[in-house]
């Protein structure tokens, strides 16, 4: 339910090498353990230099924008590790209770969205986890993208604003600004590149909520661009050439 619905029967390039990340990792003291959330990368070529650290929406999984890596027609020496993380099985109140994956619960499906924010901020602080483990695997902090579809937008746009060191871009797919009225931006990315993407015949996250969304940047001083797509609650083949410009630009991949 609510997956990105890939309409387009993308193959799966072999170029690429598709692992499951671990999810215990020791830290420099051999008595420590750090969690992380379980996910699925993607290194376009060995050592990568920067990252791309990409959210799911709800009921899906990391392995939803797995056939997307090859379609963004990045440069064939660009080392990028793409990292998708499986968000934790919740009970979503407008799914009746069920659980499913999820970054946080949704309690009414209306424009405005009522959600469980303690939620949502305690899975930004599991992405906050990745963005250090990138750092400690040699990537430098303004060589990584936080991109997220749908609700996995709305926990990208907290963890990208807020993050203390500077990062290269926020991508918002098909979602909306859950926490605009209680963010505490960081001083580091308050110019930071933002892309906006939305169907404009989105039934499930309507198109007024990107527009909101660029308001709401807007008014906090950021430069937000914002573009549409004759589409649904997925994604289309221009976005995603459109997601491979912005990361060749903004990850200076030439």
């Not at 609510?2 to 008595?31: G, K």
């Not at 602080?125 to 990584?144: F, M, Q, S, T, Y």
């Not at 008014?219 to 997601?243: L, N, W």
Request: proline residues 7%.
């Amino acid at each position: 339910m609510y997956s990105t619905r890939l309409q387009l029967a993308l193959l799966y390039s072999t170029i690429f090498a598709a692992t499951e990340s671990v999810h215990l990792m020791p830290t420099e003291s051999s008595e420590a353990i750090v969690s992380y959330l379980k996910a699925i990368e993607i290194e376009t070529r060995p050592s990568p230099d920067a990252a791309v650290i990409w959210l799911h929406g709800l009921g899906a999984s990391g392995h939803d924008f797995e056939p997307v890596v090859p379609q963004l027609q990045l440069p064939a020496d660009a080392a990028v590790r793409f990292v998708f993380p499986h968000a934790p099985m919740l009970p979503i109140t407008v799914n009746g209770g069920m659980s499913m994956p999820a970054w946080y619960d949704i309690k009414a499906m209306d424009v405005d969205r009522a959600i469980d924010t303690d939620q949502l901020m305690a899975s930004a602080a599991e992405i906050d986890k990745l963005i250090e483990r990138e750092r400690e695997r040699g990537v430098a902090n303004e060589r990584i993208v936080i991109a997220g579809f749908s609700q996995g937008g709305a926990v990208a746009y907290q963890v990208g604003l807020s993050y203390p060191e500077r990062l290269a871009g926020i991508l918002g797919l098909s979602t909306y600004f859950a926490t605009a009225g209680n963010i505490h931006p960081s001083d580091a990315n308050r110019d930071i590149p933002i892309k906006v993407y939305h169907g404009l015949h989105d039934p499930m996250v309507p198109e007024v909520l990107g527009r909101r969304t660029i308001d709401s940047l807007k008014a906090m001083g950021y430069k937000p661009e914002y573009k549409t797509y004759p589409m649904d609650h997925s994604v289309c083949m221009e976005e995603i050439v459109d997601i491979g410009l912005f990361l060749r630009q903004h990850l200076n991949l030439v």
